[in-house]
């Protein structure tokens, strides 16, 4: 699997993504389509509704108690009787309505007239048939009333099936069928919906009616909003699914890597102390020290002190699982901090003259106790000289004090090394994490345990450690201990 988690996983994982995406916006544009259409037909009922509303109120007079006679107006068959009887729209055509009133029934009479005698193109005449006694000015007053009764049917039929649009109308003459404004006309052919003409009034025929709405976007994502939230929810899931499992993956391979740096690192770094003692050994056996005291005693100092480093190692990978799980025990007696330090000091003496460093220890000027283990607590010490002694270069100056608090005891390690950038100052304490010098190329040799390991111990005494350091200006780990408090 490593082929596939290395080469292709990061390509799959976005190439899947992608295709969530992409599905997830050709569902949603099918169903924006499909929602248009739907509101386009609603639109049409509302409209064809508030027609035959208006049809019926133009000749209710009379019936309003005929039960059948307002079904017949309303229903959907005399809706496109009325609609092919409005398509007849050449001049030469006229149309009448009547109604007669029965004991038990009603007679309703529609008619078509035809002239005799074509229009001229240069001179015609709209046959209309009226009523006795009605004229022009009555009938166009009625048209208008009727006109706004329609306007007013359309909105309530528009609310009453959700339909919150910003609508108008474009009235045509019934005879010409050509608009009565041209520019709302204009207006209306770019509209996204224009419905069909309507008549509205049975009694005489002036006007058409068309409702246009100029936008249905609106009301098409309203209705839509349920599915957009779940989509939009959908992907910002599937998104964070897919990040955390980027991370997961970017996450293990950094670990792998570190492994593989730590495997390499720790086998040279407990190679070198056994080399050390053994080419000491070798020394003390080949030339007969023990005629030389000096020279022997010399050899044992370096011997132990690449031992306690060996033992330092073994203790940090030992402990590795057990730090992180938080089982590890702690052998707690009254130890004296100021005691460990100056052991620690005096062991890297050897150190110190190989290297050119200076080590400067302040101890404070009363004992130092803490309830704390004391072979975890000069393990830290250690660690974190050592670590300066590595990593700060030839003639490191390390200042190391110590002082007595009621509540706390503070140890602070200072050294005058090439410093940490901030942006690893907090990574320092992570697990195997190595701070990078170039290209990820690192000149000493180191495991990434010895921080992490330092961070835990002292967590694990209630304590706390603290880094500060700007690059070229040095480090300082401030190490804070509770102090220890007769019960």
């Not at 149309?95 to 229009?119: C, L, M, Y």
């Not at 309830?371 to 975890?376: A, F, L, Q, S």
């Amino acid at each position: 699997m490593k082929w596939l988690s290395n080469r292709y996983a990061y390509p799959l994982v976005a190439l899947v993504m992608l295709a969530s995406v992409g599905l997830q916006v050709i569902w949603l544009d099918q169903l924006f389509r499909a929602q248009q259409v739907q509101v386009k037909r609603d639109l049409d009922q509302a409209v064809a509704n508030a027609a035959s509303q208006s049809d019926y109120l133009s000749v209710a007079g009379g019936h309003e108690n005929s039960e059948n006679f307002k079904n017949f107006f309303l229903s959907p068959d005399w809706l496109q009787i009325k609609q092919a009887f409005t398509r007849l729209r050449d001049r030469q055509f006229g149309g009448s309505f009547s109604s007669q009133i029965r004991p038990d029934s009603t007679i309703v009479t529609i008619g078509i007239h035809i002239a005799n005698d074509k229009p001229r193109a240069s001179h015609r005449k709209i046959i209309r048939i009226y009523d006795e006694g009605e004229t022009l000015q009555t009938i166009t007053a009625a048209d208008k009333r009727d006109l706004a009764r329609m306007d007013s049917l359309v909105k309530v039929e528009c609310l009453r099936a959700e339909l919150d649009l910003d609508t108008y109308h474009v009235i045509y003459d019934y005879d010409s069928g050509k608009p009565e404004s041209p520019a709302v006309w204009k207006k209306a052919q770019q509209a996204a919906y224009r419905s069909q003409q309507f008549g509205y009034n049975l009694n005489f025929f002036l006007h058409t009616y068309q409702l246009a709405v100029q936008s249905i976007n609106g009301v098409v994502l309203y209705r839509m909003r349920y599915y957009l939230g779940s989509s939009l929810l959908m992907l910002i899931l599937t998104g964070a699914a897919f990040f955390f499992l980027f991370k997961i993956m970017h996450s293990q391979r950094l670990y792998t890597q570190a492994q593989l740096a730590f495997t390499s690192n720790m086998t040279h770094e407990l190679k070198t102390p056994v080399s050390v003692i053994e080419a000491a050994l070798d020394a003390i056996t080949r030339y007969d020290l023990v005629r030389e005291p000096v020279k022997l005693n010399n050899y044992i100092q370096i011997s132990q002190s690449e031992l306690q480093r060996l033992n330092l190692m073994i203790d940090k990978v030992l402990n590795l699982d057990q730090l992180d799980n938080g089982q590890v025990s702690l052998r707690r007696e009254l130890y004296d901090v100021q005691e460990g330090l100056a052991s620690v000091v005096s062991s890297m003496q050897l150190r110190q003259e190989q290297t050119g460093a200076v080590i400067t220890y302040h101890p404070a000027s009363e004992p130092c106790f803490t309830d704390g283990d004391p072979v975890h607590l000069i393990n830290v010490f250690y660690n974190l000289i050592d670590n300066a002694l590595k990593y700060g270069g030839k003639n490191v100056r390390i200042n190391i004090s110590c002082k007595c608090g009621l509540e706390d005891i503070h140890v602070s390690f200072q050294d005058n090394g090439p410093g940490i950038p901030g942006l690893y100052q907090e990574q320092i304490f992570e697990r195997f994490f190595r701070v990078p010098e170039n290209a990820d190329i690192h000149t000493v040799r180191g495991s990434g345990l010895g921080l992490h390991y330092v961070k835990q111990i002292v967590e694990k005494h209630r304590g706390s450690v603290k880094l500060q350091s700007e690059p070229g200006k040095g480090s300082t780990f401030d190490i804070i201990l509770p102090s220890y408090h007769e019960v």
